[in-house]
């Protein structure tokens, strides 16, 4: 179910269900009514020219600053060790008048081949760049949650990922990157406004322990503590790239 929004269903509900990590590396099937793709009532991705943008946040270079939504006051920094590299660290920014306070740092994983400047369905890449944050969801009970919370068996995770650690639990809470999806959708939503082939379906997600196709991981204490902070009256967004690109 939808917790703390009008839910509307979309005009045709597909019988399976694609999953995070690059738009559809597992799919679970329906249950019931409430466990198809659904659309909810959420705060647009910010508007880039509302406000000036503060500056103050290391390693982001000016190109990656200019990119912030003006109006973004909250904002999630996904800094990939080097291009080709499934290994990275996210902390949550937030912005007190014109300066970004940083929160802790926590340890992460991307995609297993590192980072695109142009994603491509199947690449095992995250892609770079500045993407809103509106949607979240989860397997698990809404933990508490201030965007939208899509609770579904969809995010259902089988199987095992590249090093054999198993992905149990691994969509257990999820924040919906909104890469080539449609903003103030479930996170299993598979709309794709740039086609199937530039992938989909990039998350924050519960850590496995190992690379991820697409997505960003970190560990469930920290999905929850980022759940109950991200409130869509501070437009939140994420920044991610390997560090060279953010320092463009």
Not at 13 to 25: F, V
Not at 41 to 62: F, V
Not at 138 to 143: E, F, S, Y
Not at 220 to 228: G, V
Request: aromatic fraction near 6%; include cysteine.
């Amino acid at each position: 179910m939808i917790h703390r929004r009008t839910a509307v269903a979309l005009f045709a509900a597909s019988p399976l269900l694609l999953s995070g990590c690059g738009g559809g590396a597992e799919a679970a099937p329906s249950r019931s009514g409430d466990d198809r793709p659904v659309r909810v009532t959420a705060s647009p991705t910010p508007d880039e020219s509302s406000s000036p943008r503060p500056s103050g946040i290391p390693g982001l270079g000016p190109r990656t600053t200019a990119a912030i939504p003006g109006r973004a006051e909250q904002l999630v920094v996904a800094r990939g060790r080097g291009r080709n590299s499934p290994v990275s660290s996210v902390v949550l920014y937030e912005r007190d008048d014109d300066v970004w306070q940083a929160g802790a740092v926590w340890p992460a994983h991307n995609g297993r081949d590192g980072w695109s400047e142009h994603h491509m369905a199947g690449d095992l890449r995250s892609p770079v760049g500045v993407y809103g944050l509106t949607d979240a969801g989860g397997l698990l009970a809404d933990p508490g949650s201030r965007l939208p919370y899509h609770h579904s068996y969809g995010f259902t995770s089988p199987g095992t990922g590249f090093e054999g650690e198993p992905l149990e639990g691994s969509f257990d809470y999820v924040v919906a990157i909104n890469y080539n999806r449609e903003p103030g959708t479930s996170p299993l939503d598979w709309t794709r406004p740039m086609g199937a082939k530039r992938g989909g379906g990039v998350w924050l997600h519960v850590d496995h322990g190992g690379p991820t196709h697409a997505c960003v991981s970190v560990a469930k204490a920290h999905m929850k503590e980022l759940l109950r902070a991200l409130d869509p009256a501070r437009h939140p967004a994420v920044v991610m790239g390997h560090a060279d690109w953010l320092a463009q």
